[in-house]
């Protein structure tokens, strides 16, 4: 009798590629390459086994690739300090600790209305055109008359044309003129997904309580990217934060800076502690930038209940991130080239020339959309419609850039700075892919809201 000859492997055709590490390979070398992980000597191995044909052997020597990054060491010139953990982020931070201050009552639900209708308008704007280019993105704008971007695009801007030719699939798009309410979207379910893990855990809950959540209340095509990776970890058994960096190359991605906007709603003026909740979150999923992109989006729309100033709003988002890191440097660059009279339309070009919005490691990356919407904001003149529309129109993730820019401006200057050219199509109410939720109602999601920043 032989022993051991049966093998049963994936079909590896059909499964999905931000499932298979192997597939990956390549945005692992170049993560690897940023995070100043020495693994050079492996670089042709990493982009052989890349175009190997899908295979079980494809995947084994993916996973010796894997380990050799997770005991890779940081090279000796490397001249960023990236912690992930908590108390070492705090420890580089480029201050101490910050007083809260407390935003005015008689404003507050305003302005927390303004964050919730902000962020789902601006979503909305971006989803449209989620994953075109630019070069196809400026013609529709220029062909129906609204470049520069300064409203929804509509299903009648799309010629036949354009359906037929354009690489980028037109048909069947959300289009605002076309729904009933706002449709579900990864960049709003999270929003409502942890309104629900603070009535299921309290202020105090955890990372190991987050990741219960995702698996309680989301199916797995909820989840993209960094997000999927950790899905699939937490099944398999792993747990924050190892779950943050098993086979996981998006670990630096946008997917935790589009996650944060809540624990900003529920910590107005108190940045410090926003951000603290985004760690929490953000550490299942993400590493380094990673964390830092949620940390400071949490932290600015925390400020921005109490700030008038702009800048003041996006230093106090990178005052709780570690002052040598990738992120920090990024958006300092950003506030100090607005400050020096860089024009809007260069500061855009500058970062089109840095960032490959071909390439999906630039499209998806944590800093290149943080640049984005700094300057977004910054160029936006404190005006809604200008501001998400800048965004936009500016291209890579646009719905998540979209969605911050409008949570920041909207907690700034409250719901009534919102046209109703952009809340009316919504028409209060918000479709999800949380189970047992569904469709949700704005206003009561903004009354809960205001329940849970009364307990803290």
């Given at each position: 009798m032989e022993l051991f000859e049966k093998k049963v492997i994936p079909n590896y055709e059909k499964q999905h590629s931000w499932e298979s590490y192997a597939e990956n390979l390549s945005t692992e070398y170049r993560q690897c390459a940023e995070e100043g992980l020495d693994v050079s000597e492996y670089e042709e191995l990493f982009y052989c086994v890349r175009h190997m044909n899908k295979s079980d052997e494809k995947r084994q020597m993916a996973?010796?690739?894997?380990?050799?990054?997770?005991?890779?060491?940081?090279?000796?010139?490397?001249?960023?300090?990236?912690?992930?953990?908590?108390?070492?982020?705090?420890?580089?931070?480029?201050?101490?600790?910050?007083?809260?201050?407390?935003?005015?009552?008689?404003?507050?639900?305003?302005?927390?209305?303004g964050a919730w209708y902000g962020r789902i308008c601006g979503c909305l704007l971006g989803k449209t055109v989620e994953g075109i280019k630019t070069e196809e993105l400026d013609v529709i704008l220029k062909s129906s008359n609204n470049y520069p971007m300064y409203r929804y695009i509509r299903r009648d801007d799309v010629t036949d044309e354009m359906l037929a030719t354009f690489k980028y699939q037109l048909a069947n798009r959300c289009y605002a003129d076309k729904i009933a309410c706002a449709p579900a979207d990864d960049d709003t379910n999270y929003t409502v997904l942890y309104q629900k893990v603070i009535d299921d855990y309290g202020r105090d809950f955890t990372p190991y309580d987050v990741s219960r959540a995702w698996l309680k209340y989301q199916p797995i095509n909820a989840y993209c990217t960094a997000e999927r990776v950790a899905f699939c970890n937490f099944v398999k058994g792993f747990t924050p934060p190892e779950s943050a960096v098993y086979q996981n190359p998006f670990r630096e991605w946008i997917g935790a800076q589009i996650r944060g906007d809540y624990f900003g709603y529920i910590n107005p003026g108190d940045p410090e502690a926003a951000a603290e909740?985004?760690?929490?979150?953000?550490?299942?999923?993400?590493?380094?930038?990673?964390?830092?992109?949620?940390?400071?989006?949490?932290?600015?729309?925390?400020?921005?209940?109490?700030?008038?100033?702009?800048?003041?709003?996006?230093?106090?988002?990178?005052?709780?991130?570690?002052?040598?890191?990738?992120?920090?440097?990024?958006?300092?660059?950003?506030?100090?080239?607005?400050?020096?009279?860089?024009?809007?339309?260069?500061?855009?070009?500058?970062?089109?020339?840095?960032?490959?919005?071909?390439?999906?490691?630039?499209?998806?990356?944590?800093?290149?959309?943080?640049?984005?919407?700094?300057?977004?904001?910054?160029?936006?003149?404190?005006?809604?419609?200008?501001?998400?529309?800048?965004?936009?129109?500016?291209?890579?993730?646009?719905?998540?850039?979209?969605?911050?820019?409008?949570?920041?401006?909207?907690?700034?200057?409250?719901?009534?700075?919102?046209?109703?050219?952009?809340?009316?199509?919504?028409?209060?109410?918000?479709?999800?892919?949380?189970?047992?939720?569904?469709?949700?109602?704005?206003?009561?999601?903004?009354?809960?809201?205001?329940?849970?920043?009364?307990?803290?």
């Open positions: 996973d010796v690739l894997s380990r050799i990054v997770l005991n890779a060491k940081t090279v000796p010139d490397y001249k960023y300090v990236e912690p992930s953990d908590i108390e070492t982020i705090k420890k580089c931070r480029p201050s101490g600790d910050l007083e809260p201050k407390t935003p005015a009552a008689d404003t507050l639900r305003e302005k927390v209305a909740m985004a760690w929490r979150d953000a550490s299942i999923s993400h590493v380094k930038n990673g964390i830092y992109g949620e940390m400071f989006a949490a932290a600015m729309i925390a400020c921005a209940a109490v700030s008038d100033d702009i800048v003041e709003i996006i230093e106090g988002g990178i005052s709780q991130i570690p002052e040598k890191s990738r992120l920090h440097e990024a958006i300092s660059n950003i506030i100090q080239k607005y400050k020096s009279g860089v024009s809007c339309e260069d500061m855009y070009a500058d970062i089109h020339s840095r960032w490959d919005e071909n390439v999906g490691h630039d499209w998806c990356h944590t800093i290149s959309n943080a640049e984005i919407v700094a300057a977004s904001l910054l160029y936006g003149g404190n005006d809604y419609a200008k501001s998400i529309c800048l965004a936009v129109q500016t291209g890579f993730d646009t719905d998540c850039n979209g969605a911050t820019v409008g949570s920041v401006l909207g907690m700034k200057n409250g719901v009534s700075s919102i046209g109703s050219e952009w809340t009316a199509p919504i028409n209060g109410k918000l479709e999800t892919a949380i189970f047992g939720v569904g469709t949700i109602d704005i206003d009561e999601a903004i009354d809960k809201t205001m329940k849970h920043i009364s307990e803290k």
